[in-house]
């Protein structure tokens, strides 16, 4: 009963503060943060453990699965290296630096890299959700969304290592060597026999949630698979879903796409909600439980980690930044980003969700016992997530604009060259392909195609006017009371039994499918 109180309060939490969160530009992990410390400091508030052991498989999988659909295949090719560089070489280098600090502080080296690995990654959820409001580069906004899908990779890589050392006493390098081949080559072969097998499965599903059913089973059966053989669920996971957006969107049905479109969308902003929330419960009950260490060993501990975090990424993105312009001047092409684009990527390291499951996903006992310096590992890392979220994700928004990097709204230019340019296609392959129908269902294809097209070009002849952004917005206006009396419409007739209620529920989501246009 206790977990499903807790769970009302933040889904409640959620619900309330998400929108309050876009009103007063301040992203909503960071809100939500700090919504869990004030609900922990209530009495009466539950705070239940969960089983560190089922942290990693519950929380991880659908994480990382929404984070491959959204990303661009084609932009995360063309910006590989800065991908790359910060995803796994600065990810490396961050766990390797505070590793030293830890084992400075006194910590033992294996669990020393443990700290490490585990506030190593930034998180995207916040960065991301400042770039998109503020109009970032879009190269910058891939670059951020690209680390964000594999620094916990590597993360996680580093420390199921770490976690062999601590938890058998010793582990030597050839056993290092074949955990990593078989953590890297093992993951992505389990990832990808498992996107083909879904891919082939939705091929020949031709139910809308019977398909996403496939889609939300996927990143659980691959994590657990490689989990199983000891390789990287996190690559499993990835490899799943880059195949899948790669090559899925042929094998289901339309509306299966739809649905599972929404279903992630979904997923992925309540999981990380709750989590964030939760962060702010679980750091109240770390503070209150941890005193064995002493006070200023462990304060001092979490200050030196989060300086070193943030030094080592400023000076790691501004090299690379120099570095990479100056290639680019040598070879006469433009420069891919300057100082300023590489001071908001520097501070854009918030550490959240993943650094969280790392925390609270630490097994209780080691090789001698109980897990070395267990409750001050997770101490550390869940101040690290507090202090970057709140410090980075406070200021985040305030330094893009004092900097100016911000890009002009392209408004739905794109958008709407793309919508005419695929109908304009479709008009051509019906007239193309319609040889053999009948004349007159042939002419009302191609006058469906024709009437589409020809609204196209209006809306885009409205908006080359003097007043053209207002024009097309008026024209919006007219359209949604145009959906409003056709939504009432489909409504009363299912009220007064005119027609079945599947039937209105048929025409009501053709209804809401093209409102969600102007919404």
């Known amino acids: ?277 939760f962060l702010g419960i679980e750091l109240t009950t770390v503070l209150e439980g941890t005193s064995q260490w002493g006070d200023t060993h462990a304060v001092g501990l979490a200050a030196a980690v989060v300086g070193t975090l943030i030094a080592l990424r400023f000076a790691a993105v501004h090299t690379a930044s120099a570095l990479a312009g100056r290639r680019a001047r040598r070879r006469g092409s433009a420069t891919p980003a300057g100082w300023r684009e590489a001071t908001v990527a520097s501070w854009a390291g918030m550490r959240g969700v993943v650094t969280v499951a790392l925390a609270l996903a630490l097994p209780v006992t080691g090789a001698d016992g109980a897990f070395p310096y267990r409750a001050e590992v997770v101490l550390v890392a869940l101040v690290t997530v507090l202090v970057t979220l709140i410090a980075q994700g406070l200021t985040l928004a305030p330094l893009v604009r004092r900097l100016g990097v911000a890009v002009p709204a392209s408004g739905d230019a794109g958008v709407r060259r793309l919508r005419r340019d695929a109908t304009a296609a479709a008009l051509r392959a019906v007239q193309e392909s319609g040889a053999g129908a009948p004349l007159r269902v042939r002419e009302a294809a191609v006058a469906n195609y024709r009437a589409r097209l020809d609204r196209h070009g209006s809306e885009a002849s409205l908006l080359d006017e003097e007043e053209g952004t207002e024009a097309l917005d008026a024209l919006g206006r007219l359209l949604v009371a145009g959906l409003d009396a056709e939504r009432e419409t489909v409504l009363a007739a299912r009220r007064t039994g005119a027609v079945s209620p599947d039937a209105a529920d048929e025409v009501l989501f053709e209804v809401e499918a093209r409102a969600a246009r102007y919404e």
């Open 1 to 277: 009963m206790d977990v499903v109180v807790l769970l009302g309060l933040l889904v409640l939490g959620i619900v309330v503060l998400t929108p309050l969160a876009g009103r007063i530009g301040v992203p909503q992990p960071v809100v939500l943060t700090v919504y869990g410390l004030l609900l922990a400091l209530v009495p009466q508030v539950p705070s239940p453990r969960l089983p560190p052991e089922v942290i990693l498989p519950l929380v991880l999988p659908p994480l990382l699965f929404a984070t491959t659909q959204r990303g661009a295949l084609r932009e995360l090719r063309r910006d590989a290296g800065s991908v790359l560089f910060l995803a796994v070489g600065l990810t490396a280098l961050s766990a390797f630096a505070v590793a030293l600090v830890a084992r400075a502080f006194g910590l033992p080296w294996a669990v020393a890299v443990v700290l490490g690995a585990i506030v190593a990654p930034p998180d995207p959820v916040a960065a991301t959700a400042v770039a998109r409001r503020l109009r970032l580069p879009p190269r910058l906004v891939t670059v951020l969304e690209g680390e964000g899908q594999f620094n916990d990779a590597t993360a996680l890589t580093l420390y199921s290592v770490a976690l062999v050392a601590v938890t058998s006493g010793s582990v030597g390098a050839g056993e290092i060597g074949w955990h990593l081949l078989l953590e890297v080559v093992g993951g992505t072969a389990i990832g990808l026999v498992a996107g083909l097998l879904a891919r082939w499965a939705l091929a020949h599903l031709h139910d809308a949630p019977v398909e996403t059913t496939v889609t939300i089973a996927l990143p659980f059966a691959a994590y657990l698979v490689a989990d199983e053989v000891r390789a990287s669920g996190v690559l499993a996971v990835l490899a799943a879903g880059l195949l899948l957006r790669a090559r899925g969107a042929g094998a289901t049905t339309s509306r299966g796409w739809l649905l599972g479109r929404a279903v992630w969308r979904y997923v992925d902003f309540a999981v990380t909600g709750l989590l964030f929330g």
